[in-house]
């Protein structure tokens, strides 16, 4: 019987490895000094459409919000002045 490709201690192992790659990633990127330079300019730049999206999207919610009140507002007027028409007439 052939022994099957993926054991648990091969499994294990390849965790092992991919946390140890992903700390020395982390490490390099923290001392590379010339990758922080060359990057913190367009870091700022996604920073900063991050914060005009999340506006963008309060802005529509907040007109989304006044639409629908806006609705509610003249549906009750119209109601009100069937009720007055209606009391005043009988």
């Given at each position: 019987?052939?022994?099957?490709?993926?054991?648990?201690?091969?499994?294990?192992?390849?965790?092992r490895?991919?946390?140890?790659?992903?700390?020395?990633?982390?490490?390099?990127?923290?001392?590379?000094?010339?990758?922080?330079?060359?990057?913190?300019?367009e870091?700022?730049?996604l920073?900063?459409?991050?914060?005009?999206?999340s506006?963008?999207?309060?802005?529509?919610?907040?007109?989304?919000?006044?639409?629908?009140?806006?609705?509610?507002?003249?549906?009750?007027?119209?109601?009100l002045?069937?009720?007055?028409?209606?009391?005043?007439?009988?």
């Amino acid at each position: 019987m052939p022994k099957p490709i993926l054991t648990d201690d091969v499994i294990e192992k390849a965790k092992r490895d991919k946390k140890r790659l992903e700390r020395e990633i982390a490490q390099a990127r923290k001392e590379d000094t010339q990758i922080i330079k060359k990057f913190a300019a367009e870091k700022k730049a996604l920073e900063k459409n991050q914060v005009y999206k999340s506006r963008r999207i309060e802005s529509q919610k907040r007109e989304e919000r006044s639409k629908k009140m806006t609705k509610y507002i003249v549906i009750l007027a119209i109601l009100l002045l069937i009720v007055t028409i209606i009391v005043f007439n009988f």
